[in-house]
């Protein structure tokens, strides 16, 4: 339950509440123009309410004007069993306090979620702004256009999460056909981008992709055959010959002087390695002399023996190695000279088969067959897309089909309580218009999750489908709270009521009295005055609370206490 609305404005009109119908009346002449709906305040009452409930102030926002920069505003309400009030001010949007602890904005919204819808924070919950929405309708936003919808041009699968909520039906599945519908959507916009790509790469249809790939085919197929068989006459043919002859043999000589260039990097390396590591003959004298010692008996040779065999095999390695520096050497030199000669040769052949023409054509086809090659590489590349976005759309749509028919059988299940809150609809719109209008509040399986239609019948005027929206809402406040999904409190702007006939305003008013009183709920409005005099005569015995008053007769009549 809400209790207390105040400021510390110095005019404010505080407000405070009680259970049943709450009006806050803006007390206005008679001779007021009918359009002239919110001189005093009633919209920026529930827009301040809705403020303390966490919403954002965008630009239109009465408390973005100077005059109400600092103000602070206060709510008291019911929160987890007890009374709490929620301070906030407009010179500090980032932050809220709840008696007297400051809490910033995203946690604020948590805690009221929690403790306004019974919210958990899991993934697939719906966000409590976004439940909010329904209870605090914003007539800036188009909160009044349509019964499901909180703002213009909302899509049908963003307001499941919320509805399903409210009305206790299966979140989960909601979640899963919208996580379905984004998916189609990505998917959607991946081929827009596509097809507006700087490339001019519209994917087109798999069939005709694959024709367009089997004549391209074809045509490669003529053309290499064309270049495998192409032959001219005369002495053309042999220079062409010799030239691709010469070509190879130039491929071939290249690859051996890397071999050659690498052995020869390798000698070089181990007669470097050699100067490094081997011993010279020094050593060799205090080895004898120390196997002389050990093995008196056993060391026959003279140390000149040995020392000639050491020198020879030391000689030996660095000459073999020398050698084998020196041929490598040769043999790269040899193939440079030859590989210039070739070189030459060839350049002269392909001058000769330039200036016969025939070379021209040749090249002519290489070129051709260079783009067909490129061509059916993209339309290959453009099919396997297709193939993958053709599966990935079938099988989003057996997905969302299969969903449907969850959605379905849920609905099933759920049947005795879609039964009761259509009923609780259709009852409600004959409290306002008798048995002449059929109503009903159908609830459906659809592609887009639970499809909601809520509607009066015969003639729909303006006035009518307000009045379908008041009945709306007052199904959902009570399916809410029933189920611990929502507040005990539902919230209207004088909107609801603007092209009502009076005797449906009188008759509303007077649903709203009773059913708050069998549901333990609190409605609240805002009214002018003469519209209230007007259902008050119709409806004398309305049990109805007067929360709040403005009047426009003073300066400081209306909500903030300033004119602006």
């Not at 209870?135 to 909302?154: I, N």
């Not at 218009?433 to 109503?439: K, L, S």
């Not at 887009?448 to 307000?466: D, E, L, M, Q």
Request: hydrophobic content about 40%; charged content about 30%.
């Amino acid at each position: 339950m809400l209790h207390e609305l105040k400021s510390d404005l110095p005019e404010f009109k505080e407000a405070d509440f009680r259970d049943g119908l709450n009006i806050a009346v803006a007390r206005r002449s008679r001779t007021a123009g009918r359009d002239d709906r919110n001189p005093v305040g009633k919209t920026s009452f529930v827009r301040v309410l809705d403020f303390l409930l966490g919403a954002d102030v965008r630009p239109g926002h009465p408390l973005r004007r100077a005059e109400l920069a600092h103000a602070e505003f206060g709510l008291t309400l019911d929160l987890f069993g007890q009374p709490r009030t929620i301070t906030r001010s407009a010179g500090n949007l980032a932050s809220a306090q709840v008696n007297e602890v400051a809490m910033r904005l995203q946690k604020f919204r948590g805690y009221l979620g929690k403790g306004l819808f019974g919210l958990t924070g899991g993934g697939g919950e719906p966000s409590f702004r976004s439940l909010a929405a329904y209870y605090l309708r914003d007539v800036a936003a188009g909160g009044f256009s349509s019964p499901t919808e909180t703002h213009r041009k909302q899509r049908v699968i963003d307001t499941q999460p919320m509805l399903a909520h409210l009305f206790a039906l299966d979140v989960g599945l909601v979640t899963k056909v919208r996580e379905v519908s984004e998916t189609g959507r990505d998917l959607r916009e991946l081929r827009k981008i596509a097809k507006e790509s700087v490339m001019g790469m519209a994917l087109g249809r798999g069939d005709d992709l694959d024709a367009q790939i089997r004549a391209l085919q074809s045509r490669r197929e003529a053309l290499a055959g064309e270049m495998v068989d192409f032959r001219v006459a005369g002495r053309y043919a042999w220079h062409r010959e010799r030239a691709d002859e010469l070509s190879r043999r130039i491929r071939e000589i290249n690859d051996h002087l890397v071999v050659t260039e690498r052995g020869v990097k390798d000698v070089e390396a181990a007669i470097s390695r050699d100067e490094d590591v081997l011993p010279g003959h020094d050593y060799l004298r205090q080895v004898f002399d120390e196997l002389a010692f050990v093995l008196p008996g056993q060391v026959t040779r003279r140390f000149e023996e040995v020392e000639a065999f050491h020198r020879s095999v030391v000689a030996n390695r660095r000459g073999y190695l020398e050698a084998e520096r020196v041929r490598l050497l040769g043999e790269i030199s040899r193939e440079r000279a030859e590989l210039a000669d070739l070189d030459r040769e060839r350049a002269g052949l392909m001058r000769l088969l330039a200036a016969d023409g025939a070379f021209e054509t040749y090249a002519e086809l290489q070129r051709q067959l260079a783009v067909l090659d490129g061509r059916l590489s993209e339309l290959a590349e453009r099919r396997s897309i297709v193939e993958r976005w053709g599966n990935s759309s079938r099988h989003l749509q057996m997905r969302s089909a299969e969903l449907e028919l969850q959605i379905n059988a849920d609905l099933h299940d759920r049947r005795d309580h879609v039964r009761e809150v259509s009923r609780m609809f259709a009852t409600f719109a004959r409290r306002l218009y008798g048995e002449a209008r059929p109503a009903a509040l159908t609830i459906e399986a659809g592609r887009s999750g639970y499809k909601f239609t809520p509607a009066i019948g015969g003639n729909v005027t303006s006035g009518v489908r307000c009045m379908a929206l008041f009945c709306f809402d007052l199904c959902m406040a009570v399916t809410a709270k029933r189920a611990g999904h929502g507040p005990d409190f539902l919230v209207h702007d004088s909107h609801v009521f603007e092209h009502v006939d009076i005797g449906q305003v009188a008759a509303a008013l007077a649903l709203a009295a009773e059913v708050c009183a069998a549901e333990r709920l609190q409605y609240v409005t805002t009214l002018n005055s003469d519209r209230l005099e007007d259902a008050l005569r119709i409806r004398p015995g309305l049990d109805h609370h007067l929360c709040a008053e403005m009047t426009e007769a003073r300066d400081d009549g209306g909500l903030f206490g300033v004119r602006y």
